[in-house]
T-cell receptor
């Protein structure tokens, strides 16, 4: 069966520090991968998605970037965190673009 | 511009009664709709979906109804249980190229 792992579960970082969140999927090949952010009262905002290695689409211009160095690995990064980057970050995967997405457990990021 | 709207931020229901969660959409190209359930500090989990060729889909206590002419769908939970207390997200996609678009969620509280 397919599983998705996301870590760390919580992270407290100072403003201006770098960020690296990792997500890996097991049990499937060539998944579509997604990064979302859930800010308080604002639902799920799609940040990036990837349909293959090295292929990244950005939905929202911002202080973050994403990379997909391997088929089942998706990384969310920032060179310098802002206070506004605080939120709950979710990684997800799907078999095809418009199909059911399966989410990881999320990372609670607090930028202080 | 919100393409998927969940106009009720919260809903409170007595245990054993019916919970009805509503979702409206504006994009007539949406042809696939999903409901997700999310507990605090966890990733959303897929509940039930419906294709635009149907007007009803049922899975145990959960039924989703789709009214294409009104661009409206609803999730019915019968009977409601305290463990159903969570945030419910509606999502929609358009064709094979469309990512999922999520609503802002409705927080359901089921009181014993």
């Amino acid at each position: 069966s397919q599983t998705i792992h996301q870590w760390p579960a919580t992270l407290v970082q100072p403003v201006g520090s770098p960020l690296s969140l990792e997500c890996t999927v097991e049990g499937t090949s060539n998944p579509n991968l997604y990064w979302y952010r859930q800010a308080a009262g604002r639902g799920l905002q799609l940040l990036f998605y990837s349909v293959g290695i090295g292929q990244i689409s950005s939905e929202v211009p911002q202080n973050l970037s994403a990379s997909r160095p391997q088929d089942r690995q998706f990384i969310l990064s920032s060179k310098k965190l802002l206070l506004s980057d605080s939120g709950f970050y979710l990684c997800a995967w799907s078999g095809v673009v418009n199909d059911i997405q399966y989410f990881g457990a999320g990372t609670r990021l607090s930028v202080l | 511009d919100q393409q998927v709207k969940q106009n009720s931020p919260s809903l409170s229901v007595q245990e054993g009664r019916i919970s009805i969660l509503n979702c409206d959409y504006t994009n007539s190209m949406f042809d696939y709709f999903l409901w997700y359930k999310k507990y605090p500090a966890e990733g959303p989990t897929f509940l039930i979906s419906i294709s635009s060729i149907k007007d009803k889909n049922e899975d145990g206590r959960f039924t989703v109804f789709l009214n294409k002419s009104a661009k409206h769908l609803s999730l019915h939970i019968v009977p409601s249980q305290p463990g159903d207390s969570a945030v419910y997200f509606c999502a929609a996609s358009a064709g094979s190229q469309g990512n999922l678009i999520f609503g802002k969620g409705t927080k359901l509280s089921v009181k014993p």
